[in-house]
C-alpha cells in the first residue's frame, strides 16, 4: 500500500465537546486502486488554568497540526505534551511542539525520551498510571494502556466530558478494499472527522480482527480476557462516553464498541481472523 499526504487538511480540529479538540489529519492509500484514509489524530483538552496535547500527530502533518492547535489554544499557551508512546504517529512532532511552545513539558512515561530528544531533557516529567495532572475545571489522568504495542504506553481520561484517550488500541477498518499486508484502520475519504455513530455502518467483528491481528500481533498469542475486565472495571471507575484512539473514528458507541473489539482480540487469539 504506498501512502502519501492528501491536499486540504483541515485548518481547524473538531470540537467534541466543551475543551475537547479532535487535531491531526489523515494519510492517504491506494487500495485495490481506490483512495482510502487512516487517521493519525491528536487530542487537545483545554481546562480554565491549563491544557494538554494527547499525542503530537504525524510530522507529515507538522504545519496542519501547529495550525489547528493555534486557533484552538485562542492565545492561550499550551501547558503539557502527552506522546502515548514515542513511534512517530504519537511523538514525531514533539520537537517542532517544544520550540513552539516553550513553556510546555512532557509528560507520561518519559523513562526513554532523553535520548530521543536530548535537547528536551529539561522538559520531562514523569507520570504513572494513577496519577493527574490538574487542569482546573477539570483532571486529566494516566490510564494503564490495556491494549499497547510499547511497554512505556499510557491511556489517558478526562474527567470532565468523560473521555478515554486509547493511543493504538480500538481501531478498525471499515468494509472497503484494502490488501492482505495492511494494518491500518482505512475508511474512505469523507469520513475523516466522523464519530463512530456518523460513519455508514458500525464496524464488524471480522473487521476489527482484520486490523488488530495485524497491527499488534502479539494479540494472536495472548488471550486479553483479563485486559479487558481491567478496562471494564476502570470504565466502572471513571464514566466515559467517548474514546478517542489514535488511528481510528472517534467512538461515541462506547458499550457495543467494546464488545466488538473483545470479540475481536478472541477472534484472534483462537487463529480465526481474516
Known sequence: MSSQVPGGLPATGRVLAEGVHWLGGCLSASAEG???????????????????LVDTGDPAHRDA???????????RRLDYVFPTH????????????????PSAVVVGDVRDYSLHFPEFADRLQAKAAGESLDLGNREFRFLPAYIRDLENTLWGHDSAVGMMFVSDGFSYIHDIPAPDEDDEPVHLPGQCRLLSSEMPAPPSVEQAAYGTGRALYWTKFVDVGTAFQGIEETLETYPTRLIGPAHGNVIDDVDSMLKTSLAAHRRVYEGQEL
Open 34 to 52: 481506490q483512495e482510502v484514509h487512516y487517521h493519525v489524530s491528536s487530542y487537545l483538552v483545554v481546562g480554565s488554568e491549563a491544557s494538554i
Open 65 to 75: 497540526v501547529l495550525r489547528q492547535l493555534d486557533h484552538a489554544l485562542g492565545g
Open 86 to 101: 514515542p513511534e512517530i504517529p504519537h511523538a514525531g512532532n514533539l520537537p517542532a511542539l517544544l520550540d513552539r511552545y
